[in-house]
């Protein structure tokens, strides 16, 4: 017999089936919910839904809203307003209707919200590579949840606690400012370790270019440079969670003028964009740590 403190098992409808979507429809799935429907807009997408939720119709907009006492909105953000427009006809009172945008809270839902529809921003901090460890990761992430009223937080944090994430509330007007910090710590840091691979790349092949096939004791090159950075990369962003700004090692923290002149110089020979972003990064740790003048000149001088 069901818990009398369980949650209410819902009727649930996925708009789309993207990675987001369907992780998370993986997810309520798997703490009980009916996901009954799915939108799957290209043919990779129901290749998705077939594979993982397999449950789940693949129903037009009209027929996923029909379906659903909760319906999880999880497309592309420049999507979002229109689908809000689409199906705000269609809901009827008391239906809840989550979108998974990070840069948006529910103001943008407002066509659904004058349906009589109760209105929640839901946006899972996490990166999805389109992979069932998508909807592992979940229950390990944070969601930052914006609602309406008392009522939309309540059922919001009930429903991302089920999952087994952490929700954490954004103010409406604090959205755009939450989405920005992620993407700068997420988004921006694979374009960081891309770089960075790249150069040790460079360095591991030499002077010639020659592919680095027995550059180990072993013999083995491939995958040589993520190998050597991962280590490195995993401690470093473990200290920094852990510890803040003072967790920095290395040329800035010690005021090495030289070392980073150098850094500069043989990263331009890799290529002249992977030496502007060291600069205008190690610049910025310059300053958090009001490094020696000299080192900033250094980094703040235009090349």
């Known amino acids: ?13 996925i708009i789309s089936a993207g990675r987001v979507g369907t992780a998370l429809g993986e997810a309520l799935a798997a703490v009980g919910h009916r996901v009954e429907s799915v939108r799957a807009g290209s043919p990779q997408s129901a290749a998705r839904a077939a594979d993982r939720l397999p449950f789940a119709k693949i129903r037009d907009l009209a027929g996923v809203v029909a379906d659903s006492e909760l319906i999880v909105i999880a497309v592309p953000d420049t999507e979002l307003a229109d689908v809000a427009d689409d199906i705000a006809g269609l809901v009827t009172p008391g239906t809840i209707v989550a979108h998974t945008a990070g840069s948006y ?3 943008i839902l407002d066509p659904v919200a004058r349906s ?11 990166t999805f590579v389109d ?4 909807t592992v990761r979940l229950a390990s992430a944070c969601f930052g949840v914006t609602a309406a009223d008392e009522v939309g937080d309540a059922i919001a944090m009930a ?3 089920e999952l087994g994430a952490t929700p954490v509330r954004i103010a409406e007007t604090s959205r755009g400012l939450y989405h920005a910090a992620l993407a700068h710590g997420s988004n921006n840091l694979n374009a960081l370790i891309t770089d960075a691979v790249t150069a040790l790349r460079a360095a591991i092949n030499g002077p010639a270019g020659d592919a680095a096939d027995n550059a180990t004791v072993d013999g083995g090159g491939v995958g040589l440079a993520e190998q050597l950075l991962a280590p ?8 920094v969670l852990a510890q ?15 070392t980073v002149a150098r850094h500069l110089s043989e990263l331009s020979d890799v290529h002249e964009g992977i030496a502007r972003g060291y600069r205008v990064l190690a610049a910025r740790a310059a300053a958090q740590h ?10 703040e001088a235009q090349p």
């Open 232 to 239: 490195l990369v995993t401690a470093s962003l473990e200290n």
């Open 1 to 13: 017999m069901e818990s009398p403190r369980a949650p209410a098992r819902l009727r649930v409808g």
């Open 290 to 299: 009001d490094a020696d003048p000299a080192l900033r000149h250094l980094l």
């Open 159 to 161: 429903l991302v606690l």
């Open 116 to 126: 009589g529809a109760i209105v929640l921003a839901t946006h899972p901090a996490m």
């Open 244 to 258: 803040g700004r003072s967790a920095l090692t290395g040329p800035v923290a010690r005021g090495d003028v030289g």
């Open 131 to 134: 992979s069932p460890e998508d």
């Open 105 to 107: 809270g529910v103001e």
